[in-house]
């Protein structure tokens, strides 16, 4: 399996050549050449486990070998405290909630970055190479990447997140993290302006040059596939010949996983795209205006984003892999903060995602509603989800996924429903830990010579 680039078509690397990198140089995101298709059959009865074996497998044969992967797959899930590793709750009739907080910092990023965790180790122990980790997180990317790489030797780790713009709960579980090769950097900004320091440093030369820079962000390849895996997944718990799935939405690499699982065979009738007050993907995918506006601070903010990253990826898809095309369309929107998307790009999304915007009020009254109506307490960007999921009335399986456990979010659980949520006890211990970080300016020189005083 090789892969190209979204800004070029013509592009072949090999896995290992791109699993390193985030981006490619010409500023792109690598895709497989062709997608692989799964036999749901051959999947029937398998594990978790075993069924992420048969996803992943094909993507990267060329590199790693067949008993390898069981090895480092088994590694990544062994830490889940759930048997399945991602339950299905049956919570009404053809309504499903697949829940993916089971890891050990309790929100979806840990079943991708657990598996990138011991990939990356089982690699650089062949080869005796360091590499530095840099990315930028809207709050539950960090921990997971933080939580994956502590400790490792051979691995220096900076994740930039928007300085308090994330839960304290988000927080405290990456700055009480003890493991010298970790460090925080507070940023005074978004989570874009985190997200644009890190893409501006991985097309630094200087930086490139001095260190082997690696890329942890949903825009790394390996974590969309891994990803794909409950997807297939949660089908195969059901008995159902279609499913429809909604995803609460922010850098579109959730999503794009779920895209990817149709892509590979998975029977998916609908694909609901949710956004939060930060609404960029519906108005993109409804109107073909992609247009920035300022972010706001909702009650999610793991979805507080105006620039999907992903999102280049459908874009691509749906331009019939043009990479001229993508090339003009991401120069000028990187120009201006915004463009018309083509309109046969429009009609083709539109073609594969219905879309929706909920607000803050509405996460609020579905956490209520569903913690009254079934015993339910969600967290507030799964309760986008159910808002949605709520309103559905057809006669198929419907899954909605849980992104994240109530406890992370105490300030809109209790906005909510007027107490606090059940903390587990792994989370209870961050309160008495010193936190570590440091405040920096939003400003990409800055945070480079940091860097680079550090490694
Ligand atoms: C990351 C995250 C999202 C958004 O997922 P994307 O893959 O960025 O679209 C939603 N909810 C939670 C809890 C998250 O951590």
Redesign the pocket.
């Known amino acids: 399996m090789h892969y190209l680039s979204t800004r070029n078509n013509q592009l072949k690397e090999s896995f290992l050549n791109i699993l390193f990198r985030g981006l490619s140089k010409d500023g792109g995101l690598f895709l497989p050449l062709e997608w692989p298709t799964i036999s749901l059959k051959n999947l029937q009865g398998k594990s978790y486990q075993e069924v992420a074996h048969s996803i992943i497998y094909p993507y990267i044969q060329d590199d790693i070998s067949y008993s390898d992967l069981q090895i480092i797959i088994n590694k990544s899930y062994e830490n889940f405290d759930h048997k399945k590793i991602a339950p299905l709750v049956n919570i009404d009739q053809n309504k499903y909630i697949l829940e993916l907080?089971y890891g050990p910092t309790f929100?979806?990023?840990d079943y991708a970055l657990q598996f990138l965790g011991s990939l990356f180790s089982y690699l650089l122990n062949q080869s005796k190479k360091k590499i530095t980790v840099l990315g930028a997180t809207?709050?539950?990317?960090g921990s997971?990447a933080i939580n994956a790489f502590k400790g490792k030797n051979d691995i220096e780790v900076f994740i930039l997140h928007p300085h308090n713009n994330v839960s304290e709960v988000q927080r405290r579980q990456m700055t009480t993290v003890e493991e010298n090769n970790i460090h925080n950097f507070a940023i005074e900004g978004t989570f874009d302006d985190c997200q644009n320091i890190v893409k501006e440093l991985f097309v630094d030369e200087e930086i490139q040059s001095k260190t082997s820079l690696t890329a942890i962000n949903?825009i790394n390849w390996i974590r969309i596939i891994a990803?794909t895996v409950y997807y297939f997944w949660s089908y195969l718990q059901l008995n159902e010949e279609k499913v429809n799935f909604i995803?609460?939405?922010?850098?579109?690499?959730?999503?794009?996983?779920a895209r990817v699982a149709k892509y590979m065979g998975l029977p998916i009738n609908e694909l609901h795209i949710v956004t939060n007050e930060n609404d960029i993907l519906h108005r993109s995918i409804n109107t073909g205006e992609m247009k920035i506006l300022k972010v706001k601070q909702t009650y999610?903010p793991?979805?507080d984003?105006q620039i999907?990253s992903?999102f280049e990826r459908q874009l691509f898809e749906s331009s019939k892999r043009n990479s001229n095309n993508l090339n003009e369309l991401m120069l000028s929107f990187s120009n201006d903060k915004k463009i018309t998307i083509p309109e046969n790009i429009v009609k083709d999304m539109q073609s594969i995602y219905k879309t929706h915007a909920v607000t803050d009020s509405e996460v609020l009254q579905t956490i209520k509603e569903f913690y009254n109506k079934y015993n339910y307490l969600s967290?507030p960007?799964?309760a986008?989800g159910l808002n949605v999921l709520n309103k559905i009335n057809n006669n198929i399986a419907n899954i909605s996924?849980a992104?994240?456990h109530p406890a992370?979010f105490k300030n809109a659980i209790f906005d909510a429903i007027n107490q606090e949520p059940p903390i587990p006890k792994e989370l209870k211990n961050i309160f008495d830990k010193e936190e570590k970080m440091i405040i920096l300016e939003n400003n990409k020189r800055l945070v480079k010579s940091k860097i680079l005083n550090l490694i």
């Open positions: 907080f929100a979806f990023k809207s709050g539950d990317t997971a949903s990803q995803v609460p939405s922010g850098n579109f690499g959730n999503i794009f996983s999610s793991s979805m984003i999907s992903n967290d960007h799964t986008t996924l992104c994240a992370k």
